[in-house]
């Protein structure tokens, strides 16, 4: 099977989740999308290290995993704090820094 | 050179005087005018014992001088405080501290009404101090110090009154001309100080011979706009008649007999400059001979009796400076028309101080008349200054005067004959515009108000007008027997005995047509003032009559073609300013404000505009990425 195909899968991703980021209100969903994303960039790190047939972007990958951990943990606990204040998880509400 | 060790006191002591009167104010307006006179006198007393203590000595001892201190040392331009008294100072020192004193006591009664006469006297001795340093000065540098101290002195007198705004504006005008002149004599230090690396006379005098004609002709040029400025001739003439808007005792000392005659001296003194440029002689001989006519002419439609002795001034000033631009004999003749000028202008100011004392500060002579009969010692004083000034023989202006018609025919050639036109004409346009002052005066039948009560001023007035009065008969015979005040000058200013050139005409020719010329003014101003005068000026007059009443139109002259296009100047200057220079300024701000504006709408606090902004940014990258490497 073409390795390329993989390359093509992680680009359709990649645009589904930045699409998801800019269009969706919801900061549960937009916080998805950026999963999505993370995800996407790790297809596309394994796949490009079974290429040049080395380890160097399956070791990216598991930086990207420990990090998108770490993320969920602090941007899960920032959007139940922003619910619970404003009972809404909507960003556009979220916009205070304008004024 | 003889060193002495008292020349300082001729300055400091008239300077302590009035920084005492003035640092002590009003605690000291009981008896400030008297220890300003004393100090005045004593001066006047230092100057008497320097002058025979001069008489004592011979040869080039008599020139004494006195380093003060050292004022200036850089580099090479080294220049010290230092006075030098010879031959050519003591006469200034005399007729400064003479005629000055003199108008000290005449000042206690004439101001005695006055609020301010304290300060009155203070500036007069501020005056003093600072015209001894002019004259004084070994170098041009020291005289400029003591140029701009009788600068700021005359500033001050003219607008003593200063609460009569045109007086104010009198003051400035005359210190805006004069500073046009300092220009002309700043300039001329420094091209002396460029050509000799030095300023003092000394050192300028020993390095003339060997300069260039050019550099002595620029600094002659720069010299006669200074003595220009200083001494009211033409072209910077005519702050003089604004000038008389200070009290009376003002005008005679300092724009009569001594300020005004600054210039003068600074020709003479620089003697070693203008014998090497015939360039700038020519130059010094037409601006005193356009001067000399000009002021006459004024002086012919003036009612105002202060301001027909200012143009008097500035026309006999004419002839000091058309003197001095006749080569090395003019140099003393310009001396001794300057010294009896000093006695008999003076006098004649103090008269008409007197005149005005009695009329409640009247100066319209259209308002006098008949006042001889009761001011008899006034008339008296006058009519003799009168008959110096027009050159009757053998009072004073007839042999300084008569010296100058006879130099200015012996130039030679047409000059000559010009020249020695001009002068005859000047004498006869004196004679007629002095005799027409003293006929609507003094003779007539009084045109005065009802409340006028003229008398006769007090004894403090008339002493110093009789005593100048004498001066007016005397002086011109005594500095002429044996040509005693042309040899005294002779080692400072190289003057020969003989008057030079090529004679024209035989002296004694020259003598009867000046005097035919006076007889001719005399009996014209008879002719046309003995009769009744109008009290106001007729309207009906002449073209010409109008241009000379307007002071043959010289502030218009100014404002055309000084003022109005300097206003010009400076408008635009503020309008490249506002537009070119603020305006660039502005529109750089502008541009940076009105793009932050633009910008500053991107942070609108939405989340996901800042995330497309990011989307697109990375894509822009990755294209831009894409299309270098293809």
């Not at chain 1, 960039?41 to 796949?47: C, K, S």
């Not at chain 2, 390095?207 to 040029?221: E, M, R, V």
């Not at chain 2, 001023?457 to 008969?473: D, F, K, N, Q, T």
């Not at chain 2, 005594?478 to 002779?490: C, E, P, T």
Request: proline residues 2%; contains cysteine.
């Amino acid at each position: 099977m073409d390795l390329s195909n993989y390359i093509y899968l992680s680009v359709i991703l990649f645009t589904i989740g930045a699409i998801g980021v800019v269009v969706r209100r919801n900061a549960i969903v937009v916080f998805m999308c950026i999963e999505l994303m993370l995800n996407a960039a790790n297809l596309a790190f394994v796949t490009f290290a079974r290429i040049n047939g080395n380890l160097d972007g399956q070791v990216a990958s598991f930086f990207t995993m420990v990090v998108a951990a770490c993320e969920v943990v602090v941007g899960l606990a920032i959007i139940v704090t922003i619910y619970r204040s404003r009972r809404s998880a909507s960003v556009d509400d979220a916009s205070l820094l304008k004024r | 050179m003889t060193t002495s060790s008292h020349l300082v006191y001729l300055i400091a002591l008239p300077l302590i005087s009035a920084a005492l009167l003035l640092l002590l104010g009003r605690k000291t307006d009981k008896w400030g005018h008297i220890l300003a006179t004393l100090v005045s006198a004593s001066a006047f007393g230092i100057g008497v014992s320097e002058f025979f203590a001069m008489q004592g000595r011979t040869g080039d001892a008599r020139a004494a001088t006195q380093k003060i201190f050292s004022w200036i040392s850089v580099g090479t331009f080294k220049v010290d405080a230092s006075l030098l008294l010879d031959q050519l100072s003591i006469c200034f020192v005399l007729l400064i501290t003479g005629v000055g004193t003199l108008i000290h006591i005449y000042s206690i009664a004439y101001m005695s009404h006055d609020h301010d006469r304290r300060r009155f006297f203070a500036y007069l001795n501020l005056f003093i101090a600072a015209m001894l340093l002019l004259v004084l000065g070994d170098s041009y540098l020291n005289l400029y110090v003591g140029w701009e101290g009788v600068g700021l002195a005359s500033y001050l007198l003219i607008g003593f009154w200063n609460q009569k705004p045109a007086y104010a504006t009198a003051a400035k005008k005359a210190f805006v001309a004069n500073r046009v002149g300092d220009v002309g004599l700043s300039l001329a230090i420094m091209i002396a100080f460029a050509q000799f690396g030095t300023v003092t006379f000394a050192g300028v005098k020993a390095g003339a011979p060997h300069a260039s004609t050019a550099a002595l002709t620029a600094i002659g040029a720069m010299l006669l706009l200074a003595a220009a400025g200083k001494s009211a001739q033409f072209p910077l003439q005519s702050w003089l008649g604004d000038a008389m808007a200070g009290p009376t005792p003002v005008s005679a000392l300092i724009h009569a007999a001594t300020m005004v005659t600054a210039g003068v001296y600074l020709i003479t003194r620089s003697n070693f400059i203008f014998d090497g440029s015939s360039t700038a002689r020519l130059m010094v001989v037409i601006v005193g001979g356009i001067t000399l006519i000009f002021g006459a002419l004024i002086g012919t439609a003036k009612d105002d009796i202060k301001k027909a002795l200012a143009a008097s001034t500035m026309s006999q000033i004419g002839y000091m400076i058309l003197a001095s631009g006749l080569g090395p004999v003019g140099y003393a003749i310009a001396i001794m028309h300057l010294l009896t000028h000093g006695f008999f202008k003076a006098g004649m100011f103090l008269g008409a101080g007197s005149v005005m004392h009695g009329m409640d500060d009247e100066v319209n002579m259209r308002r006098y008349g008949g006042i001889g009969k009761l001011m008899p010692i006034t008339f008296a004083t006058f009519g003799l200054g009168y008959l110096a000034i027009i050159g009757v023989p053998p009072f004073a202006g007839f042999y300084s005067k008569d010296k100058i018609i006879e130099l200015a025919f012996n130039a030679g050639g047409t000059k000559g004959i010009i020249l020695g036109g001009a002068t005859l004409l000047g004498a006869a346009i004196t004679a007629f515009y002095m005799t027409r002052l003293i006929v609507m005066t003094f003779t007539g039948a009084k045109r005065w108000d009802e409340k006028a009560h003229p008398h006769e001023s007090p004894i403090l007035m008339w002493l110093p007008m009789a005593v100048l009065a004498v001066g007016s008969v005397a002086t011109g015979f005594l500095f002429n027997s044996g040509n005693s005040l042309v040899n005294w000058l002779a080692p400072v200013l190289n003057s020969r005995n003989e008057v030079g050139g090529e004679e024209l005409m035989k002296p004694i020719v020259v003598s009867a047509l000046a005097l035919l010329a006076v007889i001719i003014g005399v009996g014209i101003a008879v002719g046309m003032y003995r009769k009744e005068v109008p009290v106001v000026a007729p309207e009906k007059v002449s073209v010409f009559t109008r241009i000379v009443r307007k002071d043959l139109m010289q502030d218009a002259f100014n404002e055309a073609v000084l003022m109005r296009p300097g206003q010009k100047l400076t408008e635009g200057l503020v309008k490249t300013d506002y537009f070119a220079i603020d305006g660039l300024v502005r529109l750089v701000a502008g541009i940076f404000a009105s793009t932050s504006t633009a910008l500053r709408k991107i942070q609108n606090g939405y989340v996901r505009s800042y995330a497309l902004i990011m989307v697109g940014g990375a894509l822009a990258l990755i294209a831009t990425i894409w299309v270098v490497t293809l």
